[in-house]
């Protein structure tokens, strides 16, 4: 995700300041000023970062903090707490509850993403078992019932729309009515987008509304406008009672990180983020776990959560005693190697844990050079033994077997070491999660 060039600066920053002998006045200065650069880069704008940093060093009083404390870890959850500050909007959105029947109407500039955005939504709720159905009230756009129509298909979610009825608010009534019918329990209306904010868009969106009185109101708005987003995000609130926000293409544009903290600046929260264009490049917003993500700390909500989203049911129940165990052999690395190159399902999964994130594996342009370095580990791996590749010990591994190995690959004994040093390195984070808790399905209701 592009927000991992800001997390990279910002933890490169902290790591900066924690490498130095004596935390002082300049070094924090220096590490703060590091973290603006980064903030303002990703387009955040720059009262709210000079509040931040301002808070930051009241709370951080170098002179105040005696010695014995540990200065890194009190900067570090002040960092924290202030980007978590930053975005969170203070209030949280209307929560549809499975079994009960929530209208969900979507909003937005025609080209967010707001057509693309209902399916991926729908598409969530129904791998959770809900029973969601699509309403196209976008008469506008040539094509929008098409498109609806087609990505509807392909998740098989019942759709309502018309190629005639040029009536928007006819069509939205029409279709609430026939899902009602039907018992779904999440009816989602997408409605026309314009290319500008105009009046007609938004006395359209009024009527819909009034019409179909949803009980959630989604604007969807697209990443790459940065801190305009407050004021489109303001001008939409003020039209329709806007409940919550979807920011889409976080997988594209820089300005993702002024966009989500635009948004929460007019205290609406963000309930989820698109990172892609396929069906499941989706993501709950949560505030706490998104900047924990960010700062390198891992999202564990957020990896269990796409644990039960995307590893086929059959394959849970192995990966997560794998987990459990928190034993990380060769093979497991192996695997998840094979998944990160092909950024399958479990890479995404795995993309969510420290020191698996491609931005970690695969730094931004460099993504070449480290496919080819992950390609090179899984040639030396394929000339380990079984009793190598499944055992946790990484003691097992002396001098007569690493030159095996390489001889065998046709590689450098450095080499296998330097493998060997990021199986290491990836084994301790896999053992933060030893015994870790993990929820069944039935807890896994939404957020
Ligand atoms: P609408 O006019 O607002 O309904 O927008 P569409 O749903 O038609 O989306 C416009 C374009 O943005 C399409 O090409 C989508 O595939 C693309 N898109 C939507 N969401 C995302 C996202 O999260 N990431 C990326 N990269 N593209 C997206």
Redo the contacts with the bound molecule.
């Keep these: 995700m592009v927000l991992a060039q800001l997390g990279g600066t910002i933890t490169r920053a902290i790591q900066q300041m924690s490498n130095a002998t004596i935390i002082d006045e300049k070094v924090l200065n220096e590490c703060l000023n590091e973290i603006n650069r980064a903030l303002l880069n990703a387009d955040v704008q720059f009262q709210l970062v000079r509040n931040m940093q301002n808070n930051i060093k009241r709370i951080v009083n170098i002179e105040d903090l005696a010695a014995g404390h540990n200065k890194r870890r009190i900067i570090q959850q002040a960092i924290f707490n202030e980007l978590c500050n930053m975005l969170d909007p203070g209030k949280p959105a209307f929560t549809p509850k499975k079994g009960k029947t929530s209208i969900i109407m979507f909003v937005?500039?025609?080209?967010?993403?707001?057509?693309?955005?209902c399916t991926k939504y729908a598409y969530y709720h129904q791998k959770k078992g809900w029973k969601p159905a699509l309403v196209c009230a976008?008469t506008f756009?040539a094509g929008?019932f098409d498109?609806l129509k087609q990505n509807a298909t392909k998740a098989k979610i019942p759709f309502y729309g018309s190629y005639t009825e040029s009536d928007p608010v006819k069509i939205a009534v029409e279709g609430v009515e026939t899902f009602k019918k039907e018992n779904c329990d999440l009816i989602i209306v997408?409605t026309s987008?314009r290319h500008k904010q105009e009046a007609a868009l938004f006395e359209e969106m009024r009527q819909v509304s009034e019409a179909t009185k949803p009980d959630l109101i989604v604007f969807?708005m697209d990443s790459s406008i940065g801190q305009a987003a407050f004021d489109q995000a303001q001008a939409f609130k003020q039209s329709v009672p806007v409940g919550a926000v979807i920011v889409?293409?976080?997988?594209?544009h820089a300005k993702g990180g002024g966009a989500l903290s635009a948004v929460a600046a007019t205290k609406s929260p963000v309930i989820f983020i698109?990172?892609?264009?396929h069906m499941d490049?989706?993501e709950v917003f949560d505030v706490k776990p998104f900047v924990s993500r960010l700062l390198g700390m891992g999202d564990w909500s957020g990896f269990m959560d796409k644990i039960h989203e995307v590893v086929p049911k059959d394959q849970q129940p192995e990966l997560l005693q794998k987990l459990s165990e928190g034993n990380f052999t060769l093979r497991i690395m192996y695997e998840q190697f094979q998944h990160i190159l092909k950024m399958g399902p479990i890479g995404q999964v795995f993309s969510m844990l420290p020191g698996f994130s491609s931005s970690e594996l695969m730094p931004k342009g460099q993504e070449k050079e480290s496919q080819a370095k992950i390609k090179r580990y899984m040639t030396m791996m394929d000339s380990m033994t079984n009793e190598e590749l499944d055992s946790s010990n990484p003691k097992i591994m002396n001098d007569s077997r690493i030159m095996r190995i390489a001889r065998g690959s046709g590689r450098h004994v450095r080499e296998v070491m330097e493998m060997l040093e990021e199986y290491k390195r990836l084994a301790k984070i896999w053992s933060k999660m030893k015994g870790l808790k993990i929820p069944t399905r039935g807890d896994m209701n939404m957020r």
């Design positions: 937005g500039l025609q080209g967010s993403g707001k057509t693309t955005t976008d756009r929008a498109q997408d987008g969807v889409t293409k976080m997988d594209g698109g990172t892609g264009e490049e989706f």
